[in-house]
């Protein structure tokens, strides 16, 4: 009997290193370049280890392979890919985007609501209804009036660094407070006043509990199946069960006490009423959290993020910031002469410090699908169920498309640059129907900020920070988080 165990030990290790490897010749059949996979772990071991983030795993696929328009890799067991050509791109996230629906993320309902109820990871009639809320709630019209909204926030940003003249500021901190503020009066109507009341629920049940752990990020990507038995989230509990007390709190008080606005809550109210009134079912508690939290993410994560960078980039580009400075006082960007919406969108070199900082430092490193039809791309036919990878960090980085990829370059996105620039190789905010739909608050926030705090103050940085360029954080596998806290100085002009 003994000796039986003793041979079907390395029996069952046999069958589950055979059946585990099966599908390693995928790419090898079909004639793809790929890089070859070691078990259990395919081509990602220094990913889950944490020894590589996804962006620098991406990238290094996309260098070795330089004469390819896809290349092979194995998500432990699983053939998935990196797309290097522009033109599949295109074709992935506009021509077959029926064919790559969703992202390659793959949210469970049951475990982690929030997430399965964002539009990225929504398809059909569900996803048309969800991004039809945040379309309307970003229209043309609503953008030139959440602008006081804006300036205000922006406003309580510049007196609290005025009150803090001479000492290093924790910037990261403070764009943080500036982005919470700027949303919750656009999108709910509430003031928070971060900057004064940092203890404030916004600030003290999301920021710092928004996202969980690392390995349920990857999970997501490479082993959805353990996230089922662990039960990882992006969206910790207690952050669901704020906005979920949020949404319910406002709907009441505003039909209790006959009031309205015109925000992203007036819209779900709407939407309820109308539903009940033609036989449908309206939005329910779960979903209308969703939606809160998605708007939140997109207008906060992304504004402090983008914006923590962009003073960075002109704390230690202080000629691009002399520049910039002089074109907002050409224009007379001044909040006491009312700043407009359509002056704020027609300041050509504040959009390419932007659009040059955020090539640098792109919020996440690779965009994701999950092909959901047998799809021919190119010369490869890509079979249902493969997750595609998009490489952000390896594309904005590419010296063919960006001469001298390492400079802070604004002058690259002038108008004559970017009629040069072949599409598809800048994408910040993705492209196609699955595009962030909070594109146009985020650059409107944080274009206003900018010029609040560029035409008050000279940003320099502490001494702290060696670098030119923030350095990205090893542990964050998919946003591109900074490794530390930001600080810097603001001297009044």
């Known amino acids: 009997m003994f000796l039986e165990l003793l041979l079907l030990v390395p029996g069952i290790w046999l069958f589950v290193y055979f059946w585990w490897t099966r599908n390693y010749d995928h790419w090898l059949k079909k004639g793809i370049p790929y890089e070859k996979p070691t078990f259990p772990y395919g081509n990602i071991k220094d990913v889950i280890y944490v020894k590589e983030t996804l962006g620098d795993f991406t990238k290094r696929l996309y260098n070795n392979f330089p004469n390819s328009k896809i290349v092979g890799f194995y998500g432990l067991r699983t053939p998935m890919a990196v797309v290097r050509d522009p033109d599949i791109m295109k074709d992935i996230l506009i021509k077959e985007f029926n064919s790559f629906p ?213 704390a230690s580009h202080p000629e691009v910031q002399s520049k910039l400075r002089q074109e907002l006082v050409n224009a007379d960007c001044s909040f006491e002469n009312d700043l407009a919406f359509d002056k704020i969108n027609n300041l050509e070199y504040l959009d390419m410090v932007l659009q040059e900082t955020l090539r640098i430092h792109p919020t996440i490193y690779v965009i994701t699908r999950l092909c959901t039809t047998d799809t021919q791309l190119g010369e490869c036919k890509i079979e249902k169920g493969t997750k595609i990878f998009i490489p952000l960090t390896a594309l904005t980085t590419d010296p063919m498309y960006f001469p001298e990829p390492d400079k802070f370059i604004p002058e690259r996105f002038s108008k004559e640059g970017r009629e040069k620039l072949p599409k598809f190789t800048h994408m910040p905010f993705g492209e196609g129907p699955k595009s962030c739909v909070g594109m146009k608050y985020a650059v409107l926030s944080i274009k206003t900020a900018l010029i609040n705090l560029v035409l008050n103050f000279n940003i320099s940085l502490s001494p702290r920070h060696k670098s030119k360029y923030v350095l990205p954080d090893p542990n964050s596998s998919f946003v591109c988080w900074p490794k530390d806290d930001t600080y810097m100085k603001f001297q009044p002009i």
Not at 140 to 164: D, E, W
Not at 231 to 237: A, F, Q
């Open 102 to 314: 969703i992202t390659a993320f793959e949210f469970n309902k049951n475990v982690d609501p929030m997430m399965a109820l964002n539009p990225f990871g929504l398809s059909g009639d569900k996803w048309k209804l969800f991004r039809s809320f945040h379309s309307q709630a970003h229209t043309l019209a609503r953008l030139k009036g959440m602008v006081p909204a804006i300036a205000k926030s922006a406003s309580n940003f510049l007196q609290h660094i005025r009150q803090n003249i001479g000492e290093e500021l924790n910037v990261r901190e403070l764009t943080r407070y500036f982005a919470v503020d700027a949303v919750a009066s656009c999108a709910y109507t509430t003031e928070c006043n971060s900057f004064v009341n940092p203890d404030n629920p916004f600030v003290k049940e999301t920021m710092d509990r928004m996202f969980t752990s690392n390995p349920s990020i990857l999970a997501l990507l490479f082993a959805p199946w353990w996230n089922l038995f662990s039960r990882g989230r992006l969206v910790s509990p207690v952050v669901e069960k704020f906005f979920k007390e949020l949404g319910t709190t406002l709907i009441a008080h505003r039909k209790n006490n006959n009031l309205m606005s015109n925000d992203l809550i007036q819209l779900i109210i709407s939407h309820n009423e109308k539903a009940v009134k033609e036989g449908n079912k309206p939005l329910d508690e779960t979903e209308l959290a969703a939606t809160l939290v998605t708007v939140f993410l997109d207008g906060t994560e992304t504004v402090s993020l983008v914006l923590t960078n962009v003073l960075y980039l002109l």
